[in-house]
């Protein structure tokens, strides 16, 4: 599950466990227990007074694989509410009342780009690790909302290649398209995340969540909007 750890106005929230155990998940999947956990730990971060900045990052190979397609697939007639569920998570970064950074310190792949898209601002490693949407690779469609969160976030034809082709993208040209904001060396990746968090951190605010609404409301409309169409599909969309 995922844990907090703070360093000044700034929440760093960790996607993997504290301890791993056998059971630990290293590609720090979407598991519904894996979201509630998530949800729960911004309920904290929210409730905590005073400036307050949010950096999220992953462990070792992975910041984020994505979607649980094993749990998918055990759970056939429950897609439809995970993918809804996937979504809400989306809208609510992307309109979160603190400023938000993703610390991409390895693979970023299919949910997990998608969330990496709805925080503020990402910061990758410069030389190992990808950033990728890989639906038509695997033959599984996007829900309405993350097309509409991409759509939002990335310039238009950037987003068409990113979601038709596949295509892994190092850092450097991650940076170059604008799919993340910053790149660093492997150790400075959270440190750079974090820095910048803090130089943010007195943002925080209703305003700040109100004017992300006023960029994204359409996004955050179709994000919120029930998903429907997967149950029991042969194919489920990452």
């Known amino acids: ?19 791993h155990t056998a059971g630990s998940d290293p590609e720090n999947r979407f598991h519904p227990e894996w979201i509630a956990g998530f949800h729960a730990l911004l309920d904290d971060i929210e409730a905590q007074d005073g400036p307050r900045a949010l950096v999220t990052t992953g462990a070792g190979k992975y910041y984020s694989t994505g979607a649980d397609l094993r749990w998918v697939a ?14 809400l ?13 993703a610390a991409l310190q390895g693979h970023t792949f299919g949910a997990g780009a998608f969330l990496a898209l709805a925080h503020d601002r990402a910061v990758m490693r410069v030389d190992r690790g990808f950033f990728c949407l890989p639906g038509i690779t695997i033959g599984a469609s996007y829900a309405p909302g993350t097309v509409a969160l991409a759509s939002a976030r990335l310039a238009p034809r950037v987003a068409h290649e990113a979601m038709v082709s596949g295509r892994r993208y190092g850092g450097v040209d991650a940076l170059t398209l604008g799919l993340v904001d910053e790149t660093a060396v492997e150790t400075e990746v959270l440190c750079a995340a974090v ?26 409309t179709r994000l919120r909007t029930p998903v429907a169409g997967y149950n029991n599909a042969s194919v489920a969309c990452g």
């Open 195 to 220: 820095e910048y968090a803090k130089n943010v951190a007195h943002t925080r605010g209703p305003v700040l969540r109100d004017i992300k609404y006023r960029l994204y409301e359409e996004a955050v």
């Open 74 to 87: 055990e759970h056939p007639d429950e897609v439809d509410g995970y993918l809804s569920e996937i979504q």
């Open 1 to 19: 599950m995922p844990y907090l750890e703070h360093e000044g106005d700034v929440a760093i929230l960790h996607f993997g466990e504290s301890q």
């Open 89 to 101: 998570l989306f809208a609510r970064l992307l309109i979160a009342p603190l400023p938000t950074v």
